[in-house]
């Protein structure tokens, strides 16, 4: 079966960095495009990254740009968001993704991806 597992989560104090990865099994990330979402209590999922499988391109929301960086780790099967500088806003649950490579590049739209993970709580306070 195809598994995404989220990990790195926790509580940090703004200004703080965490790495959150996603590892997979079911499935070779290779061959797909990865993206990261989060959601807040009360708010839209939201398209925070993506890395993309057929070319070398990447995608951030205005929102992160800047401090978050995706990675991939494809002999570990394992992809990876580092979080910056991390202000309380960014607090939510972080989910990964995973589509076939079928597009070009990996899209912000949660509506393309096929496999999820069960996300990991990130929490920004003082």
């Known amino acids: 079966q195809v598994q995404l597992v989220e990990s790195g989560g926790g509580l940090v104090q703004p200004g703080g960095s965490l790495r959150l990865s996603c590892a997979a099994s079911?499935?070779?990330?290779?061959?797909?495009?990865v993206g990261w979402f989060r959601q807040a209590p009360g708010k839209e999922r939201e398209g925070v990254s993506c890395?993309?499988?057929?070319?070398?391109?990447?995608y951030y929301a205005d929102s992160v740009k800047g401090r978050f960086t995706i990675s991939r780790d494809n002999a570990k099967n394992t992809v990876y968001l580092h979080v910056n500088s991390l202000k309380p806003e960014d607090t939510a649950v972080y989910y990964c993704?995973?589509?076939?490579?079928?597009?070009?590049?990996?899209?912000?739209?949660?509506?393309?991806?096929?496999?999820w993970g069960q996300g990991a709580q990130v929490t920004v306070s003082s």
């Open positions: 993704a995973a589509e076939p490579r079928v597009r070009r590049v990996c899209s912000e739209y949660s509506t393309a991806y096929n496999y």
């Open positions: 079911g499935l070779t990330l290779d061959y797909y495009h």
């Open positions: 890395i993309s499988s057929v070319d070398v391109s990447t």
